[in-house]
């Protein structure tokens, strides 16, 4: 017999083996898979004590170093743009490994499903905005003189009268919010697993909290009601090489203009105390710190996420200052307005101070 049919003559017959499960053949995943799930670990070797910054090219300053968690390379804090004043918490990416996304550019219908802008006539009375109250129209006084402090009121913004130049502000706030995986939100949010409505009670702030006037509220509802129609401060938001997204006036804004709401998911701030997020604010400061609330725009916010603050550690970071922070008792509710303390110029940047209410963050870094 030939050779060649001998080898096949002891060859093992398919038919002749038996199986002893019925299970599909198991599908590996891939390291890529395993590595992005599994938990974080940190690894000593002896090479990191020579690590040196790839920007500097420095090993000082140690306790400012990070390593990239892909390639090992090393960056002081200070030398990324922008820069990053919190040790980060699990893995941390340098930009070169970091997975970014581009920058999208948005089309006008897509701005629309982006903004969920309402579309409806403007003599649809479902449309129409209640606008805030002339003093004109107010009761006459008496004749008895009597002498009050002149309160300040809000004022609305005057949104861009050019439709084209406001899709082109709107797709700017719509392409930074993509590029950091977030989703549009107007107004806060509460999410399974974290603080509900219901503890968002401004009867609960220890001291007190000011209660937003009537006037004022009249305000807000207006600005709200412009929101819905695609009706926007005139900002933009853009990239600065150092100080990363940030937003610019895109026309002039008054005196006490009310610019935007703080938006986000409300949580505990216990649920907080070790996430990096560094655009947490403060909503609620409860006499038991473990009601006590913030603010949380990692996944849902608004433009107020990307506003910038002050290095208020140095007189020329304090003369950026051009917005205030505030908190106010809205309906029995806290809620967080960012209202411009001067006139603000086309092409300024926004700036407002992060410490408002406690100086627990790191500013003296900021440019």
């Not at 590996?28 to 990191?48: F, I, L, P, Q, T």
């Not at 050019?162 to 995986?181: I, N, V, Y």
């Not at 399974?192 to 968002?200: E, K, T, Y």
């Not at 649920?271 to 997020?277: L, Q």
Request: with cysteine; net charge positive; charged share 30%.
């Amino acid at each position: 017999m030939p050779p060649f049919s001998s080898a096949v003559a002891h060859r093992p017959s398919p038919l002749r083996r038996r199986r002893t499960t019925s299970t599909p053949p198991r599908k590996w995943r891939s390291m890529e898979d395993v590595m992005r799930s599994s938990k974080y670990a940190v690894a000593e070797h002896d090479d990191y004590s020579r690590a040196v910054c790839k920007r500097c090219g420095s090993g000082d300053r140690d306790e400012e170093l990070l390593l990239c968690d892909r390639c090992d390379g090393g960056f002081h804090m200070l030398c990324l743009r922008p820069i990053v004043v919190r040790i980060p918490i699990g893995s941390w990416y340098c930009p070169t490994c970091s997975d970014h996304r581009p920058i999208r550019r948005f089309s006008q219908r897509k701005i629309v499903d982006f903004f969920r802008i309402k579309k409806c006539n403007d003599s649809s009375p479902k449309c129409a905005s209640p606008k805030p109250q002339d003093s004109r129209k107010r009761r006459k006084r008496s004749s008895m003189l009597v002498l009050h402090k002149k309160r300040r009121r809000l004022l609305p913004f005057i949104p861009t009268e050019d439709p084209t130049r406001r899709l082109e502000q709107m797709g700017s706030l719509a392409s930074a919010l993509t590029a950091l995986r977030m989703e549009f939100s107007d107004q806060l949010t509460y999410m399974l697993g974290m603080a509900s409505r219901s503890a968002n009670q401004a009867e609960f702030e220890n001291g007190g909290m000011q209660v937003l006037s009537k006037e004022d509220a009249e305000t807000l509802e207006h600005c709200r009601a412009m929101y819905k129609r695609g009706e926007y401060p005139p900002l933009l938001v853009v990239f600065d090489s150092c100080e990363g997204f940030t937003v610019e006036a895109d026309g002039p804004i008054k005196d006490m203009t009310l610019v935007t709401e703080y938006t986000g998911d409300v949580d505990y701030i216990i649920n907080r105390e070790n996430d990096d997020c560094d655009s947490m604010m403060t909503l609620l400061l409860a006499k038991d710190p473990s009601n006590s609330l913030v603010i949380c725009p990692d996944k849902r916010g608004n433009i107020a996420r990307f506003i910038s603050g002050i290095n208020n550690h140095t007189p020329e970071g304090r003369k950026k200052q051009n917005l205030k922070c505030v908190r106010y008792n809205v309906n029995g509710e806290c809620q967080v307005l960012l209202v411009a303390t001067r006139d603000i110029a086309k092409g300024e940047r926004l700036y407002y101070d992060y410490n408002g209410y406690e100086y627990e963050y790191p500013t003296h870094h900021f440019v």
